[in-house]
Every structure is written in structure tokens, then in C-alpha cells.
């Protein structure tokens, strides 16, 4: 009976999390616990740095930024409207909870497009979003950059239609990890936003490199073993020449 209760339990758990070719996400209340990116991750672009900006930022990170439009790193002036300082002319809210520290905000017809510069490849990438919106929308990019799909306000709010369409508040925000399925890993990740002078703003995008599985660990410590192998009757055979 416990067997077929954790069977359920499990089987409930993984119909919980959307799920899409490729790529799987988990969608949950932005708090203090998880607005600060994710520890232990390979790459957490923080937009804290505003001496070397957000591409200077992404460079120290093994990251490409490509801006295009209103995108523009924001200096927090606390809860409520904060300074953009790039393009566009449109209002920016600092995401709440915020960590104190700068974020990112981009206007109607703005973009951000982080990849990986170093041929490193990701299992899972995660993004704190200040009061999600509908039009607010995110794409995912492979390990060849090809385009997985993209993803709205809406569905990133778990299929519910956001409560605060661009009005500022920011009782919606979200924690949102996108995990890679089915053999696909991410290389890079896309933030764009369609309403006009509102906002999408978000902070501490944290990239995780994949992990090897078992079977290829397993299958390089064989090669490794093998070359050892070759080495040693290599070694072996020259003695025997020479005796």
C-alpha cells in the first residue's frame, strides 16, 4: 500500500511540473529565500556591477550579453519606481522582495539574450521575475543555439493570467527554474517584454552547467583505462625488444 501511495505521490509531482519538449519548469512565489540567484550555480548574473555593465558582467562570467532596444540595467531607489539608465522611456519597478542591488529592466520593444561563451552547455537555468506580467516572455536556445520555444507572462505564472497587469505592483513575482528534458541542454537564454511602456524586470539570472550522467562518467573512465592499459603494454613491449 506505502509502494503505490509514493507511486501516486511521485506521479502527482511530476504532472505538477508543465512540461514541453525539451524543457521542463517549475513556476513558484518570489520570496527572500530565493531572490538572490542560486548557490553553487556556475554563473549568476547579479546586474550589480554597474562599473563594467551588464555585458562587462556577463564577459567575467563566461556569458554573452546581446541588448538590443529599451534594455537597461536599473539602480534600486528602494521599494516602488526606480532610474533606469539605458534607452526607452518606460516605467521600471524594482522587483519585491528586492536583494538591494541593482536589476535588469526592459521596455516594449527592448530584448536581453544571455549565451554561453565558452561552450559550456546548461541543465537548468533560473530567474527571479519582479511582477510578472502577460506580455513578458522568455525564450530558450540548445546546446547548437537553436530555438527550443518560448514562454508568456501567463504561462510562466503557471497558466494563470497575472493579477497586476502593468501597474506596478509587485505582489506577483515569481521564481522560475527552466530544466533541461529529453537529451537537451540549454545554451543560452532570452528576455523580451511586448507592452508597450511597461516593464518586464527581473534580477539574478543563475545558469547550472550540466552534469555528466553515470553512463558517460562510466564510459571515460574505461577510455581511461584503456589508454593506461595501451601505455603500459607499450612500456612492456620496448623491454622486451631491448632484452
Known amino acids: 500500500m506505502r509502494k503505490i501511495s509514493a507511486a501516486l505521490a511521485f506521479g502527482a509531482a511530476v504532472l505538477a511540473t508543465p512540461a514541453f519538449a525539451g524543457v521542463a519548469f517549475t513556476s513558484v512565489a518570489g520570496t527572500s529565500a530565493n531572490n538572490t540567484g542560486v548557490a553553487g550555480a556556475t554563473a549568476n548574473m547579479t546586474f550589480n556591477t554597474p562599473s563594467i555593465g551588464t555585458a562587462g558582467e556577463a564577459t567575467s562570467k563566461g556569458l554573452v550579453a546581446n541588448l ?10 528602494g521599494s516602488g519606481q526606480a532610474n533606469g539608465n539605458g534607452s526607452g522611456n518606460f516605467n521600471v519597478y524594482t522587483p519585491a522582495p528586492y536583494d538591494g542591488n541593482g536589476f535588469f529592466a526592459i521596455g516594449g520593444d527592448g530584448s536581453l539574450k544571455l549565451s554561453s561563451a565558452t561552450g ?38 503557471n497558466d ?31 528576455f523580451y517584454n511586448t507592452g508597450g511602456n511597461s ?24 577510455g581511461f583505462g ?8 607499450r612500456r612492456r613491449s620496448s623491454k622486451a625488444v631491448f632484452a
Not at 516593464?199 to 574505461?222: R, Y
Not at 584503456?226 to 603494454?233: I, L, N
Open 199 to 222: 516593464a518586464f524586470e527581473f534580477d539574478n539570472v543563475s545558469f547550472t552547467a550540466a552534469v555528466p550522467e553515470p553512463a558517460t562518467w562510466a564510459m571515460m573512465f574505461l
Open 68 to 77: 538590443s532596444g529599451s534594455a537597461t540595467r536599473s539602480d534600486v531607489v
Open 160 to 190: 494563470v493570467a497575472p493579477a497586476y497587469p502593468g501597474d506596478g505592483t509587485q505582489a506577483g513575482s515569481r521564481f522560475v527554474t527552466f530544466n533541461a528534458t529529453a537529451g537537451t541542454l540549454f545554451s543560452g537564454i532570452k
Open 120 to 157: 559550456t552547455n546548461f541543465s537548468s537555468i533560473s530567474v527571479f521575475i519582479g511582477s510578472i506580467d502577460a506580455y513578458n516572455s522568455i525564450d530558450l536556445f540548445d546546446q547548437t543555439g537553436a530555438f527550443i520555444r518560448s514562454f508568456s507572462g501567463t504561462q510562466l505564472n
Open 226 to 233: 584503456m589508454v593506461a592499459g595501451a601505455a603500459r603494454y
